[in-house]
Structures are given as structure tokens and as C-alpha cells.
């Protein structure tokens, strides 16, 4: 079962950028389904952006054109590169990796977005 290490959180204004990263552990990850959750106080958990093992992504209406999701299969790394960033993306980021059925979670990171 793969270790997933979430960095790049922050407090920004709102129009600035950030990237977070998702670090994992283990020997293979390049099968992995990568994804992205962000959950803010007292909202359910949500789906922000994901990427398939061949690259293919998806993202939330909501971040589509300011959020992109990428991964780095030699670093084992998987980014989301935020920009424009509005005081509603405000929650915490939660790395998520998919594989025959199996999820992993990482401990999240706190993005702050202030008007």
C-alpha cells in the first residue's frame, strides 16, 4: 500500500497561486489513479481534479481553467498547480491513490485563501 506525503499549502490572497505536491512511498506508482479532494469546514468531501496512470485528467467545474493536475512518475510525485485562487477554495487538500479497488490517503494540507 502506497504512503502519500501532501506540501505546498499555505495562506495566499485571493488571485495568487499555489502548487501542491503529493509525495509517495513504495516501489511502483505509475499504475496509480492520482487524485485530488479538498474539504472545507463543515462541507462534505470533494473531488477537485484526478489523472489517470496514461495522464488523461479530470477536473471539478468549479476549478476548471484555474487548476491543473499533473504527476511526475520518475519522482513519484503528483502536483496541482492552483491559480487564481478565489477565498472559496479555502479547505484542506487531500492526495488520494486509486489502484484494483484500493484507495490511499494522505494526511491533507491547509490552503488558505484570503479576500
Known amino acids: 500500500q502506497v504512503q502519500l506525503v501532501e506540501s505546498g499549502g499555505g495562506l495566499v490572497q485571493a488571485g495568487g497561486s499555489l502548487r501542491l505536491s503529493c509525495a509517495a512511498s513504495?516501489?511502483?506508482?505509475?499504475?496509480?489513479?492520482m487524485a485530488w479532494y479538498r474539504q472545507a469546514p463543515g462541507k462534505r468531501r470533494e473531488l477537485v481534479a484526478s489523472?489517470?496512470?496514461?495522464?488523461?485528467?479530470n477536473y471539478a467545474d468549479s476549478v476548471k481553467g484555474r487548476f491543473t493536475i499533473s504527476r511526475d512518475n520518475a519522482k513519484k510525485t503528483v502536483y496541482l498547480q492552483m491559480n487564481s485562487l478565489i477565498p472559496e477554495d479555502t479547505a484542506v487538500y487531500y492526495c488520494?491513490?486509486?489502484?484494483?479497488?484500493?484507495?490511499?490517503w494522505g494526511q491533507g494540507t491547509q490552503v488558505t485563501v484570503s479576500s
Open positions: 513504495g516501489s511502483i506508482f505509475s499504475p496509480y489513479a
Open positions: 488520494k491513490a486509486s489502484l484494483m479497488g484500493r484507495d490511499s
Open positions: 489523472i489517470t496512470s496514461a495522464g488523461g485528467t
